[in-house]
């Protein structure tokens, strides 16, 4: 495989390396997880965790040790971008081939998969996916099943298969839509003995599959047939007729869309959640608005999607809003009077749906409410239940803008037929793919917002938080160390985990700002944590009118204002929910040079009591944490509070730890994380009945005990 032709491609990306090809050749194992990255890193071939590919090997039998064939093929789950050895699953051919004795028919498919277990070689293998009879039964060394949107979108026109035919030279061969299983494996297995010489076959409303002798091969016949397809669409956009049949009306402008989205998202999050809480998300990409904005989208949306794929993330269809695009929506009780009708008839028609379609064995009705919503003139809104999946949903219904755009500019658009679409969505096997899911953590769906979140308390705390499965919104004025709190975070839990948001807690406008990140970003707000804060420790008669000011509009007017910007989100959603207050022992105790310090102290302690008897009626419970003398890792000793603490006590600055944790009746050092546990304590769910407490994180400071 030396001195390749590069070939040049308009529509997907060719990112074969020689050399580094070179270095695997010996190894086809190795190879094929090369071709499965680059094929799985470009969206326009496959959608994430979509797809699957396969290489057959010579290997020897570890009993026997005569030589075998075994595939080797991407097991159940997983992503092609990013599959490694430990994803795949490997089987015995042989042993694959010999199912077909005893395989019973359409009726008994599903009793196939637990089969395929018989077939494993590598007793480390991926657990075989329902796609693994299709590999298997194609005689190739290196097969590419994907789901890119230009095919999908000739798979699912009306003359779908006729256009493919005349498109490819009858190089490709068609096998009419069927669920994925065993014998959708037998018919691919006849269609490449009925048609000699094809190189793929398309499968109805499904997708494609390709192939090759060497792992090279099938790469570049998978791009080669992906690329003429997507030039043909290009070709046709507007001919027969303007794109989604024109545009119906203009899209705001991007700052509207996002003011409307912000001001809407929590709304909406909230009917979401009518069964469980959901994590959102928000696009206005391009693609949308050209399909939300067209005139087409009454008669397309309710069509829903075709590839299997997107409909398991979108579910069927998605809830158009009938809303104007510059609807006032400050009213939130007006908004939601008017959407609850519309969510009440999606969910009923979804209902209809499954009492239409299930059957005697299908699993319970699930959640009716809707994945995908779209605000014609705005965006696209999703939700699901953690961020990745409402974004990879969003993802997948931008995949069937795709295909429905593609196959509307050759022919008509057909979605898969309704009970098609719900043996798919209600299949067992994918029912109990659903039950095998780890349990989800006692933070999971949650939504918090940190102030002071990049700093020692703060990031600490935002750091349980995370932990335990919520979404965080770091908040603070050092932009710099929010930079690199975002790298720990992403490093540490991914990049669908935590937003970060510029925050001085003093500026109004600047509050809204973050609480509009925390919208945009997940949705809205379950907890809100107020940390952020300065010390100063003078004495009376040092103490300045700015040193008070400062203390006062940061530590309790930055509380008021931040608590009454989230609490504003948290009515949008109408689910309760969490604010905690990191106040200070010094709320309570009555120490040296601390006049001011101490006053605004006691002013969130004692704000935080008259919130909590306010916010009760909307099950927004307000809790204080009160720390003492947390001095690794935090921010506050920078400003000169250790040296002025350690004044005040007589002792160096060295062995303040020493001396607070000597003044405690545990005698223990009080870390940030200490802190962080304590935040948990409120908001894990044991303690959902309790408001108004207060939790000292002191080591034991008797004068400091609440009475």
Sequence with gaps: MNNLTIPHYQYVRYGWDESKANALSDDQVALLLYRSNLLGSDLRLTNYAGGNTSCKTSEADPLTGQAVEVMWVKGSGGDLGTLKKSGLAALYLDRLHHLKRIYRGLAHEDEMVALFNHCVYDLDSKAPSIDTPLHAFLPYAHIDHLHPDSIIALAAASDGQQIVAELFGGKLAWVPWQRPGFDLGLQMERAVEENPGITGIVLGSHGLFTWGDTAYESYVNTLDTIEKASHFLHENYGKRRPVFGGVRLEAALPAQRLEQANALIPVLRGLCSGQQRMIGHFTDDERVLEFIDSADLPRLAPLGTSCPDHFLRTKIRPLVLNLDREADLSDVESVKQRLLPQFEAYRADYAGYYARCKHPNSPALRDPNPVVLLYPGVGMFSFAKDKQTARVSSEFYTNAINVMKGAEAVSTYQGLPEQEAFNIEYWLLEEAKLQRMPKEKALSRKIALVTGGSGGIGKAIARKLAEEGACVVLADLDEASLQAAKGEFDQSFGKDICAIAPLDVTREDAIEKAFK???????????????????????????????????????????????????????????????????????????????????????????????????????????????????????????????????????????????????????????AEDIANAVFVFVGGLLHKSTGNVLNVDGGVPASFVR
């Design 517 to 671: 990140v925390g919208n945009l970003a997940f949705g809205g707000v379950d907890i809100v944590v107020n940390c952020a804060g300065i010390s100063i420790s003078k004495s009376l008669t040092d103490t300045t009118e700015r040193d008070y000011d400062a203390l006062m509009d940061i530590l309790a007017k930055g509380q008021f204002f931040v608590s009454q910007k989230g609490v504003a989100v948290l009515r949008k959603q109408g689910l309760g929910g969490d604010l905690v207050n990191i106040v200070s022992k010094n709320a309570l105790v009555s120490g040296p040079n601390n006049a001011a310090y101490g006053a605004a102290k006691a002013a969130q302690l004692h704000m935080s009591r008259l919130m909590a008897a306010e916010l009760g009626p909307d099950k927004i419970r307000v809790n204080v944490v009160n720390p003492d003398a947390v001095i690794r890792g935090s921010k506050i000793w920078e400003s000169g509070w250790a040296e002025g603490r350690a004044r005040a006590y007589g002792v160096k600055v060295e062995d303040l730890p020493a001396y607070y944790a000597k003044r405690t009746v545990l005698n223990e050092e009080i870390l």
